[in-house]
């Protein structure tokens, strides 16, 4: 008799088979020469849909816009080494009159493609009614988009509607960073036993005019997710980090240097053509380019030296914020040093230095940082400042 597994992804699930918990259903059973026997936790982790191969790659276009597209799209990605084909069904823009998705029409080419490639295909979705229509057209993931993952009603009604399913489940990031927030999307959908979950880290949002992202990927975040769920799947979507073709491969080159779990990339047959996001779309043979140039880690890191690089990417981070910041400091000095000249005051003003001194140091001393390194870092800071209003 040939092996059957009982479970949530089996088509023959017997309840009183299954053993659920808080952390999923732990235990299954398997037939083996006609008995019922237990299969082991780490086979039951295995079936997770997007550890099936790693790096996971899903690529296809922003949004479905007619069925020629997808079947172009499906095509070129058969026997490519894509794991899964996405596109947008359902669209939700930022403004009104902008194309926002085909909408159940476009869930029938998206089974076609299935069929065309024998690639598992997803789609985001954002209501019950959209979890509905997916589970109807056979789709095998679905992803929580940005907008949606940043309410936790909306989440908890997907999980719902989602309930006793074994689809598989993608969770961005919420579009604030808030990690909270995003971990606990996926412990509402832990709760109720799905296997194939696994996390999108698309950067988060920012009014920030100087970075060159359309997200700010902010590294940190997606690795602390990944200390607070260390089974956790995390799948980088390049194509909203960057927000343009030439940053795709350094961020899809980053994020395999993290160990990331895979990546998502947009691909559109005709990219300047596409109804949304154009700017961030490449074609399909260009995705495969993409990726075939990258530099993947061999074998595992040692867990001492993967902490190391995991401290290191976040003071990466944090000195960003703070390069930023002080980029955003000498902005305003330039203004003051605009309105100081227009009324003829002194650049150097003595009583404000001293105040600096003896405001920042006490700040320091609540941070624990020594008084000498904070009166260097201001005197350094504030000589600078100077210079910049003398030389304006």
């Known amino acids: 008799m040939q092996d059957q597994v009982f479970g949530p992804n089996s088509n023959k699930t017997d309840q009183n088979l299954l053993k659920p918990s808080s952390e999923g259903f732990l235990f299954y059973f398997y037939v083996a020469n006609g008995d019922f026997q237990f299969a082991s936790p780490y086979l039951c982790a295995r079936m997770n849909l997007f550890t099936k191969k790693r790096p996971?790659?899903?690529?296809?276009?922003?949004?479905?816009?007619?069925?020629?597209?997808?079947?172009?799209?499906?095509?070129?990605?058969i026997n490519s080494g894509i794991d899964m084909i996405r596109a947008g069904v359902w669209k939700p823009r930022s403004r009104p009159g902008q194309f926002e998705g085909r909408g159940e029409p476009a869930l029938g080419w998206l089974k076609h493609v299935k069929q065309i490639s024998g690639l598992p295909v997803c789609t985001e979705v954002a209501s019950k009614e959209q979890v509905e229509l997916a589970l109807k057209y056979e789709l095998d993931?679905?992803?929580?988009?940005?907008?949606?993952?940043?309410?936790?009603?909306?989440v908890q009604e997907i999980a719902e509607a989602l309930k006793g399913t074994s689809i598989g489940i993608l969770i961005k990031n919420?579009?604030?960073?808030?990690i909270d927030l995003w971990s606990g999307s996926i412990e509402r959908f832990k709760q109720f036993g799905f296997e194939s979950v696994a996390a999108i880290?698309?950067?988060f949002s920012s009014y920030d005019p100087s970075t060159e992202y359309r997200n700010k990927p902010m590294w940190a975040l997606p690795i602390?997710?990944?200390?607070?769920?260390?089974?956790?799947?995390?799948i980088c979507d390049v194509s909203h980090i960057s927000g343009?073709?030439?940053?795709?491969?350094?961020?899809a080159q980053r994020a395999m240097d993290l160990n990331f779990d895979g990546l998502m990339i947009e691909s559109h047959p005709n990219p300047d053509a596409a109804l949304s996001d154009a700017k961030q779309q490449i074609t399909p043979e260009q995705c495969l380019q993409l990726i075939s140039n990258l530099n993947f880690r061999s074998g595992q890191v040692p867990p001492g030296l993967q902490e190391i690089e995991e401290i290191r990417l976040v003071l990466d981070s944090l000195d960003a914020e703070i390069v930023d910041l002080l980029g955003k400091r000498m902005e305003m000095v330039r203004k003051l040093g605009a309105i100081k000249k227009e009324y003829n005051i002194p650049v150097y003003q003595l009583e404000r230095w001293q105040e600096i001194l003896n405001s920042r140091t006490s700040w320091g001393e609540k941070n624990q940082l020594r008084e000498s390194f904070v009166f260097n870092l201001f005197e350094l800071i504030h000589d600078t400042s100077i210079k910049t209003q003398l030389e304006d």
Do not use: M
Request: with cysteine; proline share 10%; glycine share 6%.
């Open 56 to 77: 996971f790659i899903i690529s296809g276009p922003c949004g479905a816009e007619d069925e020629q597209q997808l079947e172009t799209v499906a095509k070129a990605f």
């Open 141 to 154: 993931a679905v992803w929580i988009g940005a907008r949606t993952s940043v309410n936790p009603f909306a």
């Open 174 to 178: 919420p579009i604030n960073p808030d």
């Open 201 to 203: 880290h698309r950067g």
């Open 224 to 234: 602390e997710l990944k200390r607070r769920h260390p089974e956790l799947p995390i």
């Open 244 to 251: 343009r073709r030439d940053l795709l491969s350094k961020v």
